[in-house]
Structure formats: C-alpha cells, structure tokens
C-alpha cells in the first residue's frame, strides 16, 4: 500500500512539479526576450489576443497546483477505501493538471523575441509546443502510476436474479434501452438554432453553415441514442448508438455477478460512455433500469437497458453452470 501510495504521489504531484519549475525557469530565462503580454488566443486568421505575461504565469501556475492537489487527494482517497486505481483517470487527471502550465509555456515559445503578441507565431506552432509538452509528461505520469484492482465488492458467487435455466439449456437475450427525446433533440436543436440565426441576422449562412450542424446532430443522435445489450453463453456484448458502434465484448469468464439497477441521468457525468473515478464503465442514454456488471477484477460495467432484471438472471444462470461445469 505505501509503494502505491509514493507511485501515486509521483506521478500527479511529482511530474506536474516538473512542469510547474520548469514553466517558472522558462519564465525567468526569457523574461528579456518577451513582450510585457503574449499570445493567448488563436482564430482562423492568426493571433487573436494576448495577456499580460505576469497574469497569465500567476492563474494557469495556481489552477496547475490546485488541479495537482486536488487529483492526488482523490486517487489516495479511492484507493484507501478499496477502488484501487485506475490508470486512465490518471491520465485524465494529469492531462488537465498540466495544462495550464503546457499552455503558459506554449504561449511563452510562440512570443518569444516577437515585437508584442500580435507578431506570434501561429496556432500550429502553439499546439506543437503543447504537444511536445504534454505528451511525453502524460505517458511518464500514466507508466508510474500503479494499476491497483479494487479489492472490495467482488461476490463470492453469481447473484441471485435467475431466469430458470436448466442444465444443459441455452439462451440468448436481446434487449436496448433508446431515448426517443434525446434523439429527436439531437436533429431538431441544430435546426432550431439555424433559424433563429437567420431570423435574428441580416446576412443568411452558406450552405456549410447549415451541412456542419446539422451533420454533428444527426452523428451525436446515431452515437447516445441507443444502448443495446446481447447475452449468450460467450458473455455479455454492448452495442452503443444505433449503428451498434462502439462495441464491447465481456466473456462469460470475466463477469463474476449481475444484477438490475437503475442509474441517475447525470451518473458518471453525463450520456455516452463513461469512466468513472473508480474504474467503472457506464453505457448511458438516459437514467433508469440499468444491467450491472460486477468484473472479477472488481470494476463494474453498466449499461442501460429495458427489463434488466431478465438479462441480469441469464448471466447468473450461466455462471452457476460455468461453475458447475468446472466442479
């Protein structure tokens, strides 16, 4: 536990500590070569806006150490209370601790020797740097940080949900979870803000102004609209959106229980799909009755879907003759 402890306190305070000084050094080695502001801003034609150098180091320097603190706090949190750690939270975590300090020095790199922020160099050298940046202290944060399965919440045997499967029976349940509402708002609010835009303004939008958001509505009601769940003898199959895509496959093998429950609409952050601190995995289109997966690893897969009660008691049935087959 305490080497877990040291592995997380390096990788979300020790490497944005890192970055921080070496902002702070930057800071101080160029002061001469920069203009009192720099480049914040970016926009299609170039340099859009600049910042006082002073006020610029002074937030994104103190929203680095409170981000660092506070991600840290959490992760020792979780994994004293049994969550374990998981490592794409911490690469989350690190990513926005780093960078505000990433877009500091970025800032910084693209004035630099420039008469004022209006002579900076463009978007693309300024994402370079960020890039160059963040990249390498993100993968070294993610490969110190220990991967530590929860060790709480893990049953002993499947649930108790059954749908009476016999020895030697087979079965296969079908079942999804759509959220007409969501869809529907996912075409019609482009199509309302398009005529309100040309309702309220003189000039009408080109063909792309109308293609873009209509387009980005139809893929996000295609991609959170529909959850849909398959459960056979190989394991459990997660379909997300209507085209099915993305899917997860969980073997029969790796699920120790499964239970119905219902989940909150804001659950996890939102609608999609999503990770949560502790590891679990939620396929959401809307609040309500959920399919539960209890992991042998100890994290949780939950997926929305109607009846999941009778999806639960499937994968009950066929652990307990996996277990009887292997007795």
Known sequence: MRKNKLRILLATL???????????????????????????????????????????????LSAGAVLAVASTVLLLMLLRR?????????LVSTLLTMLPMAALISSMAVTLDAASWRE???????????????????????????????????????GDATVGLAAGQRATWNGAATNVALASGCVLAPLLALFLVDLLTENSLSWSGYAVPIAVGVLA??????????????????????????????PLSDIASAAATTT???RGGG??????????????????????????????????????????GLVNDLLREALWQHD
């Open 221 to 250: 009601m295609l991609g959170v609209s529909r959850v849909r769940v398959i459960v056979d003898s190989t394991g459990v199959t997660i379909r997300m959106g209507v085209l099915g895509f993305p899917t997860k496959h969980i």
């Open 14 to 60: 020790g490497v944005p500590a890192v970055v921080f000084t070496v902002a702070l050094l930057l800071r101080d080695a160029w002061a001469a070569r920069l203009p009192t502001e720099v480049a914040s801003h970016w926009g299609t034609g170039g340099v859009d806006d600049g910042i006082a150098l002073d006020t610029l180091a002074t937030w994104t």
């Open 264 to 266: 909150t609409l804001f």
């Open 120 to 158: 900076a160099g463009g978007a693309g050298a300024a994402l370079a740097v960020l890039a160059a940046v963040l990249v390498p202290a993100t993968t070294v944060a993610v490969l110190i940080a220990p991967s530590v399965p929860p060790t709480t919440g893990v049953p002993d045997t499947p």
């Open 271 to 312: 609608l999609g799909i999503r990770t949560t601190p502790t590891g679990d995995t939620l396929f959401k289109v809307r609040g309500g009755p959920t399919l539960e997966l209890v992991l042998a690893s100890g994290r949780r897969v939950l997926a929305n879907v109607d009846h999941p009660d009778q999806a639960a």
């Open 82 to 90: 049994g969550y374990g750690t998981h490592r794409p939270y911490v």
